[in-house]
Every structure is written in C-alpha cells, then in structure tokens.
C-alpha cells in the first residue's frame, strides 16, 4: 500500500510540474529523435544493400575458371556440406547447345542448355521443374523468339559428325514454364542434367539408348568439366572459396563485393553504436542531476513522507517513477520525430527509388530495443537521485517548519 501511494505521488507530482517535465521529455527526445533517423538511414540504405546482396542468387554463385575433371563421388560430397545450397554437373559449353523451333514462329533458335535440378536458385521454388527427358524451362529470350508459353510443343535439333558423315536428329521437347527475365540473359534452356549428358553422347558419337540415338558404347566412369555451384547463403562463399582453392580450383566469386559491404555494415555500426553511447550516457549523466537537483528541492516534502511512516525503500521509488515517465514519454515523442523525417526523406527520393523500397526505415524490434534502452537509462540515471533521496532524515522536515 506503501508503494502504491508513492507511485501515486510521484505521478500527480510529475504533472502537476509539467513544466518540468515537459522540459525532461523534450531533452530526452532531442538526444533520440536524431538518432532514430540516424540508424533508420543506416539500416534502410546498409541493410537494403545486403537484401539485394542476399535476395540475388547470383552474389551466391561460385564458378570455376577453367575446365576440370570431376567426377560423381566429388559431386555427392559437396552435397553433403551444410554450406552447398544448390551443386549439378556441367558438360562442355559447346556440346550444350540446341537448336530450337516452334509451330508459331518461323526463327531457329540456338540455345544453350543449362542443366538444373530441384531447388534451383535462378528458377522460382514454386514452378514446374525441367525433369526428365523432355521437360524444358525456356529462358524469357528464347520463349519471345519462339513465340511458346508453359505446355507449348518445341522441336530440338542437334547435328554431329558420325563416321564420316554428318548426321541430325531431333527431339521432341515441352516448354514445362518460362524463367524470369533475371534467371538468364541470353537464348537458352533449363534441363535435366540427363539430357544434357544425352547431347554430349550424342556429339561425342556415343549411344544414348533412352531417346534411340546409335553409337559407340562407354563404359568408363563419366567426368565433368565444371559445375554450378551456389552457397547457402552469401556470408558462405568466401569460406567455399578458400576451401575449393585448397584443392586446386580456380573460382570467380563476388566476394569482393560481399565483403565491401560487410565492412560497410560494421563500420557504420560502430559509428552510430558510439554516437548512441555517448549521447545515451551525456542525457544519463543530465537526468541524473536534474532529478538530485528536484529531490533537494523537495527535500522537505520527502522527509514529511519518511515523517508520516514511509520507508527508505518507498521514498526511492519516487525520482525512479518520474524517471520512467520521462522514458517512456520521450521514446513516444522520439518515435513521432522520426516518422516525420523518415517520411520527408522516403518522399524525397521516392522517385530515386525503386517500388517498395524506402531508405529510411525501422522494424518493429528496432523501437523496442530504443524503448528498453532509454527507459533503462533514465531509471539509472534516477539511481542517483534515489540515493539522494535515501539519506533524508524525517527530522530534516521538520528543521524547515
């Protein structure tokens, strides 16, 4: 019951001194406001930097430099690494190519055939897959030159030189969906990493007995001139990359840019964090003599409380009351400051932006964590006029009657 009166107290005491306190809430919002907009600024133009960095998957590829030798059991051990998102086998580049045509167009198309697989980082996650033998995911360029969407019929045709002659064979091929714009620049084809091998069989003059095509028999363990290659995530590249070194292959990453705007990331923390710091601890400091300043100014007050019964631990409560308000109502004040100058800012380069994208933003965690931190700090700051207030003596009261 104690408490609960001084809480009441400290309450009706805080507005009734509005003045005052209005004078506290407005320092406090002074020191945050800015500081808000300042880490929104930080966290809108860092943080969308690293969601495009992120979002690309393109930033997670790692390709190799030059032709190798890989064989199958290398392949099933780089899918077992927690760090491999996505990993097939490539063919030579000029044994992948087709030559494409449609019953709407009269174009032959050539197109290079890029073997994937479920969970391809350049295809979306919810569209059909290029399996099988015939299933092909056609790039946006070849679909527009075809003139074919999803479920359309495609011929694919493909020329070798077989014991002296030339020969040609086609396929027939289904346009199972069309990749994004983003997904690949150029004419070309998702497919099945078995039809890819198919077209190198073919080329090299060796049978391929699933699509009836004759030729010589290999029994050998079959290799792999390169790969494609994504991480789990771009903070996972560089550490594939050193490791994919270490065993003597060369590969072309974007590291450089990853790291580029890591370092910026964490530079720009330590800025604000030392900023946040000093200001946090300068309006600590502030709050912290104010409130002494406040409790010798009612020193008599107090002691009455002490006189009619209140203890040491109630009397405390009272600068740590007013302390939170001041807190609380400061966040609230800061909040309302940065909304207006993320919004004038947002406004101002909206058109320098792209749709959606704002370069002044908070999550909800980020007005949290200034909440719980400002409020902390003024109820620390109030630590020192609550022990002021601790060591006023009832008698003092009366003394001043």
Known sequence: MRLFKTLRLATRDYAHEWQMSGCFVLALAAVLGPMLVLFGLKFGVVGGML???????????IRPVSSGRFDLDWFRTMQRRGDVAFIVPRTRSIAATIELKSAQSTRIVPSELIPSGRGDPLLPADAPLPDGMNRIVLSQSAADKLKVGEGDEI?????????????????????????PRAAFARDGAFADVRL???????????????????????????????????????????????????????????????????RMDRNLSAIYWAIAIIGLIGFSLSLGANLWANVDRKRKELSVLRLVGFRTGDIVWFPVTQAFYTGL?????????????????????????????QVCILLPEHFAMALALTVGAAVFAA?????????IEPSDGLREI
């Open 51 to 61: 969601d495009q960095l992120i979002e690309n998957p393109e930033n997670r590829e």
């Open 155 to 179: 011929d694919g045709s493909l020329t070798r030189r077989y014991r002296g002659a030339k020969e040609r064979t086609h396929i027939d091929l289904i346009a199972a969906a069309v990749a």
């Open 196 to 262: 890819v091998e198919a077209l190198e069989d073919f080329r090299d003059g060796r049978a391929v007995p699933v699509l009836g095509w004759e030729g010589a028999q290999n029994d050998s363990e079959r290799t792999y001139p390169g790969f494609r290659l994504y991480a789990t995530s771009i903070y996972a590249v560089s550490r594939l990359q050193q490791d994919l070194t270490a065993q003597g292959i060369d590969v072309r990453t974007k590291a450089a840019d990853i790291e580029l705007v890591m």
């Open 329 to 357: 109502l400061g966040w609230g004040l800061a909040i309302g400051i940065y909304f207006a100058a993320a919004s004038a800012i947002n406004s101002m380069l909206a058109d320098q932006l792209a749709s959606g994208q």
């Open 383 to 391: 630590a020192l006029a609550g022990w002021r207030s601790a060591r």
